[in-house]
């Protein structure tokens, strides 16, 4: 079998990929960086207006804000991982078109690959999540409309 070669357009559309996913991992970072620093914030300063909850007329929150900064801070993590691939998806690319190293190509595919796989799980686990709730919340709405009819006939 004949080994793949690269035409110079198939050459130029990958170079301007690479551009491209550069700049979306970059503003990967930045999403997870503000994500990171929204977790510390609601972890730290809402939890230091519910130090004020003794106070008469002082709003209650009914959950802990600090559970909600843990949360974000988790799906920081979790988002990290396919902007980190796509970063170096776009770096091995550049290496590889700059040098014509095919070991660097087959990286840069190896990490676009992972990338992929990685939102596409992601995708199967939110729509599975998606299902789960729209279930609960219909049970829950079944369960309220049934008990609320037997008080009408009362």
Excluded at 97 to 113: P, T
Excluded at 129 to 149: H, P, Q
Aim: hydrophobic content about 60%; overall charge positive.
């Amino acid at each position: 079998m004949e080994p793949l070669k690269l035409s110079d357009q198939s050459i130029g559309f990958l170079r301007e990929a690479k551009t491209w996913t550069f700049f979306l991992s970059i503003l990967g970072f930045i999403g997870v960086a503000f994500m990171v620093l929204a977790g510390i914030f609601v972890s730290v300063i809402f939890t230091m207006i519910d130090i004020f909850k003794d106070i008469p007329n002082a709003p209650n929150f009914p959950f802990p804000f600090v559970l909600i900064g843990l949360i974000y801070i988790i799906l920081a993590v979790v988002y990290f991982f396919p902007v980190y691939y796509l970063y170096k998806f776009s770096k091995d690319l550049g290496t590889a078109l700059l040098y014509f190293d095919e070991e660097r190509l087959a990286s840069a595919f190896r990490f676009l690959k992972k990338h992929f796989k990685f939102i596409g799980i992601m995708i199967i686990c939110l729509i599975g999540l998606y299902i789960a709730v729209l279930i609960t919340f219909a049970i829950l709405g079944f369960a309220g409309v049934f008990s609320n009819a037997g008080a009408m006939f009362v």
